[in-house]
């Protein structure tokens, strides 16, 4: 069992926060870029994605990795979510997981 | 509310099986058991990290008082080793990663972990067991996560169970309260008797839940409900003599449920019930 190394709920606002930190966010595609993604967060921000792979557009895509950028993570692990995804409740859970809750977390 | 009926619903619905598995699936039957004895906590690996042992015979683990025997985890699957008998991997759910092991001892077990891959989602229900100081899941049920807001929910569930058992019964002791009123709220200020009876409720359980409990009653007091401005933090903290921060979180949680509200500012508070 190993806690060491979490990966933080954020969106584009908690971002900033977690610089140089290990995070998991949700982004929908909006184009690829060679050895790029760029993506809407669930608060409705651009965010950058460093990562070898491309997705499809307007697909939600998860991406775990080290946040290395006001606006921009290294990707670590990125699954393909699919074209249907509830951004509002994931952004709840952005908020819950790092305020009141985060010991449940982190 | 939703209790056995539900459970019972549901594992008609699965074609009469007893497994425990397909009971488990819908959202009902997971809040329920959140309160039952043998029933499904969903976890994240961070909890399980701190769950400890109970002191009973059956050597389980507790989490948040509730026992955590059985569980269910979501997250993604890494270095998984398939065995004759078993198959082992790792569940990482972003929280941590948790060793998994599924005994395959039929083709329909078989059957049910080959699908499963590394990088893929899946929830996982089973057994918490602990081994050499090391926890570990036994798991009875493996299955992918096919609509990935399932992840949401399953994180948004754990906060939620959390919730629920760490929440102190403060509903059921209302009642109580009104009626222990006209023997401990007299209006004079004798603090004795008052405090004693205080004293030797908190001795009975746990810290958190008789802070809240405490606080409340005060609040209730009629000499307090009578106030037009209620209470002010520190008036409680000192009247209780704990430190206000514990009474600012008891504050916190009753305005958040509804038991009291703040008046003139910030630090006044007054009980939302007529007495």
Not at chain 1, 20 to 27: A, E, L, S, T
Not at chain 2, 17 to 34: H, L, N, R
Not at chain 2, 243 to 266: L, M, N, R
Request: with cysteine.
């Amino acid at each position: 069992m190993d806690t060491s190394s979490p990966a933080v709920f954020v969106n584009a606002e908690l971002l900033k926060m977690y610089q140089g930190r290990r995070v998991r966010v949700v982004v929908q595609v909006m184009r690829n870029e060679g050895g790029l993604i760029v993506g809407q967060s669930t608060d409705g921000h651009q965010l950058t994605v460093k990562v070898s792979q491309a997705f499809p557009l307007s697909h939600f895509v998860e991406v775990i990795g080290i946040a290395d950028g006001n606006q921009s993570i290294r990707a670590e692990i990125c699954t393909d979510f699919g074209d249907t995804f509830d951004t509002l409740a994931y952004n709840e859970l952005c908020q819950l997981a790092n305020g009141k809750f985060k010991n449940l977390f982190l | 509310m939703y209790g056995s009926q539900g459970d019972g619903g549901a594992s008609l619905f699965s074609g009469g099986g007893f497994m425990p598995s397909q009971a488990t699936q819908t959202p009902d039957s997971s809040f329920s058991k959140s309160r039952g004895a043998q029933g499904v906590l969903p976890l994240t690996v961070k909890q399980i990290s701190e769950a400890y042992h109970s002191n009973d015979d059956k050597s389980n683990f507790v989490v948040d008082g509730v026992d955590a025997s059985n569980v269910r985890l979501r997250g993604l699957v890494m270095n998984k080793v398939e065995k004759v008998t078993d198959v082992t991997f790792t569940l990482d759910d972003g929280t941590g990663r948790i060793e998994v092991h599924r005994w395959v001892n039929e083709t329909s077990d078989t059957n049910e972990m080959a699908l499963i891959q590394n990088g893929m989602y899946v929830t996982i229900n089973g057994s918490l067991k602990g081994f050499q100081g090391k926890k570990h899941v036994v798991a009875f049920s493996v299955r992918p996560v096919i609509d990935f807001n399932e992840i949401t929910l399953h994180f948004i569930e754990c906060i939620h169970v959390h919730l629920e058992n760490t929440r102190p019964k403060v509903l059921g002791g209302i009642p109580a309260q009104v009626q222990a009123n006209p023997i401990s709220g007299t209006v004079t200020p004798t603090r004795t008797p008052v405090s004693n009876q205080f004293s030797s409720r908190s001795s009975s359980s746990g810290s958190e839940t008789d802070v809240y409990k405490l606080v409340l009653d005060v609040f209730q007091e009629p000499p307090n409900l009578a106030r037009e401005h209620g209470l002010h933090v520190e008036e409680v903290a000192r009247r209780l003599g704990l430190p206000v921060e514990k009474i600012k979180d008891a504050i916190d949680y009753h305005v958040d449920v509804g038991h009291i509200y703040s008046t003139i500012d910030d630090n006044h508070y007054k009980s939302a019930c007529n007495g």
